[in-house]
Nanobody, 122 residues
Framework: QVQLVESGGGLVQAGGSLRLSCAAS????????VGWFRQAPGKEHKFVAY????????DYTDSVKGRFTISRDNAKNTVYLQMNTLKPEDTAVYYC???????????????WGQGTQVTVSS
């Protein structure tokens, strides 16, 4: 069973950047699709981005395309989310999770981390 720990969140002004990390232990990430999701207060988990096991296939929700980049380092068992040109509406708790197939449905993902708070001030 893989365990995931997110880090890298914080408070940043609009237009700024953050890089989130999702570090895995207990098992390799190599065979998983890894996804990033976010949850604003009172809202459901929303898909942000995902990446396949080899890192050559990625997809993003429309609102972050061109601003966020997902990547992975299988040697470090870590997935990253580079977030540029941040907007106040990006404020949320960001989570990573794994799936055994190509999907954007949160219910198909498991091994959720504890999340990392991202707050973007205007």
């Amino acid at each position: 069973q893989v365990q995931l720990v997110e880090s890298g969140g914080g408070l940043v002004q609009a237009g700024g950047s953050l890089r989130l990390s999702c570090a895995a232990s207990g098992s390799t990430l190599r065979s998983y699709v890894v996804g990033w999701f976010r949850q604003a207060p009172g809202k459901e988990h929303k898909f942000v981005a995902y990446i396949n096991w080899s890192g050559d296939i990625t997809d993003y929700t429309d609102s972050v395309k061109g601003r966020f980049t997902i990547s992975r380092d299988n040697a470090k068992n870590t997935v990253y989310l580079q977030m540029n040109t941040l907007k106040p509406e990006d404020t949320a708790v960001y989570y990573c999770a794994v799936a055994s197939r190509w999907t954007i449905r949160p219910e198909d993902f498991g091994s959720w981390g504890q999340g990392t708070q991202v707050t973007v001030s205007s």
